[in-house]
């Protein structure tokens, strides 16, 4: 085992007639304020407990707390006796520093690849803050898309990247209220204005409430201090598109008196980068950190609009599909809605499955999936 700040790298090898067979390496997280024994002990309790293949034999580094304990454990578990050691003196030492110097390789590789991160996320916010002349470091980057298919169930995504890594607790989802049919750029319009009129409204209420929770698309987000996600201002949006989408949020700014919010678009065929004012594009070295980061942040926006589309195109579905089933009103079909989520996983219940939920009963439950069976 090797230890690196608030981990531990632990490498086991197997060895079998003094010939040694393979290794794996594993990563326990939370260990800063736990002795070499407490680790190992609790590596030992996890992974033996969930493998059938126990060893007569475990050298170790160091000797974990309850040794006798843990031996007796993994001899009732496995039927046999189970040495617990730690070796003193020959060949069995030398295995154990075998196994030392490879998590001591393993836990440097780590904090190595660490450090590796980190440079390179402030190599990427700084290559981003020269090539689009930021006024400030973009520490906090958000980032907009919208998802719809043949201009239905159209939703919006913000994702938010802190420190150039992704900030999953920030992410929000809109469902598109205003627009009808495919309309990329109004939907867009829609969700930035209710983005930054939302941060308004909390900014202007913080000081009132020192501490609130809000309600935010059916997940209670807690605050402190008076600031919630809303309220904090991004260094950079990001908008999913071209001039079009652009000019689109741009309107919205105008219309609500923001100018100093730093904001481009970022155009997927050629990652053209629109900033406003601007005719011509920025295009980002095709190897640099900044056009990586950007495109990351892209493509989570998009994988997040779209995973949400998905689960309300399901329900819509759903919906619909419940409204001509004879005996499944309109808070029939809400709980049924609720709890099975689409068509598919409705399809895959069983009669008794359906029929367990409240006022539901085995003749409604006959019905529906008579009704599904032939749609």
């Known amino acids: 085992m090797a230890r690196a700040e608030d981990e531990t790298c632990v490498e086991l090898i197997a060895v079998r ?10 990563v326990l997280q939370g260990t800063a304020d736990q002795n070499d024994g407490a680790v190992l002990a609790a590596f030992l309790g996890q992974y033996y407990v ?22 007796a454990l993994l001899t009732t578990q496995r039927g046999r006796k189970v040495n617990v050691t730690v070796p003193r003196r020959g060949d069995k030492v ?19 690849k660490a450090l590796t991160d980190v440079q390179k996320a402030v190599q990427a916010l700084d290559e981003l803050q020269a090539a689009l002349q930021l006024p400030r470091l973009p520490m906090r980057i958000e980032c907009y898309d ?4 043949q201009g239905t169930s159209t939703v919006g995504s913000m994702v938010v990247f802190e420190n150039g890594k992704p900030k999953s607790a920030a992410y929000r989802r809109f469902r598109i209220k205003t627009v009808e049919g495919s309309d990329d750029f109004s939907s867009l319009a829609e969700m930035v204005r209710r983005r930054l009129k939302r941060a ?9 409430q020192p501490s609130v929770e809000t309600q935010v698309e059916g997940a209670t987000q807690p605050e402190q201090n008076g600031e919630s996600e809303w309220t904090r201002r991004p260094d950079l949006m990001i908008i999913d598109g071209g001039k079009g989408q652009l000019n689109a949020v741009l309107a919205v700014l105008d219309q609500l008196g923001i100018v100093d919010q730093p904001i481009v678009s970022l155009a997927k065929q050629r990652e ?7 005719s011509d594009p920025i295009l980002l070295p095709p190897t640099s950190q900044a056009l990586f980061l950007v495109q990351r942040i892209r493509d989570e926006a998009h994988r997040f609009a779209i995973t949400y589309h998905r689960a309300v195109r399901g329900k819509r579905s759903l919906e619909s599909s419940l409204d001509s089933v004879p005996g499944v009103g309109a808070r029939r079909k809400r709980d049924l809605i609720r709890h099975f989520g689409s068509v598919g996983a409705l399809r895959k219940a069983n009669v008794d499955d359906i029929a367990e939920l409240p006022g539901i009963g085995p003749k409604t439950a006959l019905a529906i999936k008579e009704y599904l069976g032939e749609s």
């Open 17 to 26: 007639e003094g010939r040694m067979l393979g290794h794996k390496q594993f």
């Open 50 to 71: 969930a493998t059938t293949e126990i060893p007569e034999e475990i050298l170790l580094p160091a000797e974990p707390e309850d040794i006798d304990a843990i031996g």
């Open 94 to 112: 030398d295995l154990v520093e075998v196994a030392q110097e490879n998590a001591r390789q393993a836990a440097e590789g780590r904090r190595h």
């Open 146 to 149: 919208i998802s719809n298919i």
């Open 200 to 208: 308004d409204s909390e900014e202007s209420s913080a000081a009132a």
């Open 272 to 278: 053209e980068l629109f900033l406003p004012g601007r």
